[in-house]
């Protein structure tokens, strides 16, 4: 048995009580106000809700590229980079970036996997001595299916994707897919394979998020990509107010897989709460993906965060959930328990 004490973020209200969380075999037992002079601010680990850990091997490729010119395959700089890769280089790229994503209080990250079986096989091998588990979206043939989580697919404008949301819906895995990221053509075509998962939503208007909450879709947004793309603002209050929304960092080509900058920068741009935030970061992709964490409360596992609340940065502030969404950074972790 373990207990980590302080200020605790418990619950999906992630109201702040002081208190510790006791776990035993990997599992939340309790969580319990109870005096303590400790400093320390415990709250869940982050769920990454969409990566390309491939674009590993592809760093600070992309300055001033288009969207187009950077990451759209085949011919994409991305693509070129990836497929000059070799195996060895890809895998030990990948799992560099998975510590990084460890140790900076991430537990997993939901990752679009290109490269078919392969790539899917390359991802799993890069995380086997990591403490975060992908939950991979793998994409190409449909064998893929065997290794990876879901399947997950480039846009509705680039393929026919019927057979493979069939094959998920035959497994009961979940169909992924990117929409309205340049602009608002894909979203239809994409709502019309009933997808578990949309990512981006940038170009969403009314009738798309009538849709989105018609069909119960969950929207992961990745603000800090769409910003160096400049493929424009998603309307992320709208989409709040319409659907589930995790929180991406998206390609690492293009932005350090930092859970921490992606929340300050969507507390700074966007009209949303700190709170909402926070749940973006956290619970919002665990629920997705069907992780048992995300959450502060008896029962789950013991994905936790615990950073030095009386660090240089974080020392006299006063609202912690504030404090943690835009002014914590990856030099207050003091511990991530997964
Ligand atoms: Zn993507």
């Given amino acids: 048995?373990?207990?980590?004490?302080?200020?605790?973020?418990?619950?999906?209200s992630f109201d702040p009580i002081r208190g510790r969380v006791v776990v035993e075999d990997g599992q939340i037992e309790a969580v319990e106000e109870t005096e303590t002079a400790s400093t320390d601010i415990v709250l869940p680990a982050f769920v990454n809700a969409h990566t390309h850990l491939g674009d590993s091997v592809a760093k600070d490729a992309a300055v001033g590229l288009s969207l187009e010119e950077a990451v759209v395959p085949p011919d994409s700089l991305k693509h070129r980079r990836l497929a000059a890769a070799g195996h060895d280089d890809l895998v030990s790229a990948m799992r560099r970036t998975l510590r990084f994503v460890a140790r900076t209080g991430t537990v997993s990250c939901l990752d679009f996997r290109e490269s078919g079986l392969a790539g899917a096989r390359a991802l799993r091998?890069?995380?086997?001595p990591v403490a975060v588990d992908p939950f991979i979206f793998g994409s190409d043939d449909l064998s893929v299916l065997d290794v990876a989580d879901g399947y997950g697919a480039s846009g509705a404008n680039d393929a026919d994707f019927t057979a493979e949301r069939a094959a998920c819906r035959e497994r009961g895995v979940p169909f992924a897919i990117h929409a309205g990221e340049p602009d608002a053509t894909d979203i239809?075509?994409?709502?019309?394979?009933?997808p578990d998962l949309l990512v981006h939503m940038v170009?969403?208007?009314?009738?798309?998020?009538?849709?989105?909450?018609?069909?119960?879709?969950?929207?992961?947004?990745?603000?800090?990509?769409?910003?160096?793309?400049?493929?424009?603002?998603?309307?992320?209050r709208e989409l709040l107010d319409h659907t589930?929304?995790?929180?991406?960092?998206?390609?690492v080509m293009?932005?350090?897989?930092?859970?921490?900058?992606?929340?300050?920068?969507?507390?700074?741009?966007?009209?949303?709460?700190?709170?909402?935030?926070l749940r973006m970061a956290t619970t919002a992709g665990a629920e997705i993906a069907g992780l048992d964490c995300g959450v502060v409360e008896p029962g789950r596992r013991a994905a936790l965060l615990v950073l030095d609340?009386?660090?240089?940065?974080?020392?006299?502030?006063?609202?912690?959930v504030e404090a943690v969404v835009r002014r914590a950074t990856e030099l207050d972790v003091k511990r991530v328990l997964v």
């Fill in 125 to 128: 091998e890069a995380a086997e």
């Fill in 244 to 251: 589930t929304v995790a929180l991406g960092t998206d390609n």
């Fill in 309 to 320: 609340g009386d660090s240089d940065n974080l020392a006299g502030t006063t609202d912690v």
């Fill in 254 to 277: 293009l932005n350090v897989p930092s859970m921490f900058r992606e929340m300050a920068y969507t507390a700074r741009e966007f009209e949303v709460s700190a709170r909402e935030v």
């Fill in 203 to 236: 170009h969403a208007e009314r009738e798309h998020l009538d849709r989105v909450a018609e069909q119960s879709v969950p929207i992961v947004a990745c603000p800090r990509a769409n910003s160096v793309l400049k493929v424009g603002r998603a309307p992320i």
């Fill in 1 to 12: 048995m373990e207990t980590l004490a302080g200020t605790v973020l418990a619950g999906k």
């Fill in 188 to 194: 239809h075509p994409a709502l019309d394979l009933d």
